[in-house]
């Protein structure tokens, strides 16, 4: 079982940056994919970025490519997510999930494949 507490979220002006950052409680947070998602008003809960136990295989949606960056420190129990250059259209609802990684080519990236969420920070950006 773990925890997950978001924080960083908050206004900014379209072209600035936010890190959002996810504090895991419970054990073996070294164990687990971490991923990061978002939801906006009216749409679908979607994919933005994940990283892997070690931080070694990373995933991030076309969207935010060369935008955000996904990191993680396991000595803090902390996944990050660096967002840069923000548009209007990364106004959401950011969460963060962990799973379990059991692969060793693929990083966990799908809702459906994450068994633990945290509750959500509100990120909006002004256009």
């Known amino acids: 079982q773990v925890q997950l507490v978001e924080s960083g979220g908050g206004l900014v002006q379209a072209g600035g940056s936010l890190r959002l950052s996810c504090a895991a409680s419970?054990?073996?947070?070294?164990?687990?994919?971490m991923g990061w998602f978002r939801q906006a008003p009216g749409k679908e809960r979607e994919s933005v970025a994940a990283?892997?136990?070690?931080?070694?295989?990373?995933y991030y949606a076309d969207s935010v490519k060369g935008r955000f960056t996904v990191s993680r420190d396991n000595t803090k129990n902390t996944v990050y997510l660096q967002m840069n250059n923000l548009k209007p259209e990364d106004t959401a609802v950011y969460y963060c999930?962990?799973?379990?990684?059991?692969?060793?080519?693929?990083?966990?990236?799908?809702?459906?494949?994450?068994?633990?969420w945290g509750q959500g920070t509100q990120v909006t950006v002004s256009s």
């Open positions: 419970g054990r073996s947070f070294s164990s687990y994919a």
């Open positions: 999930a962990a799973v379990t990684d059991y692969y060793s080519h693929y990083v966990a990236h799908l809702l459906y494949e994450y068994d633990y």
């Open positions: 990283i892997s136990w070690s931080g070694g295989k990373t």
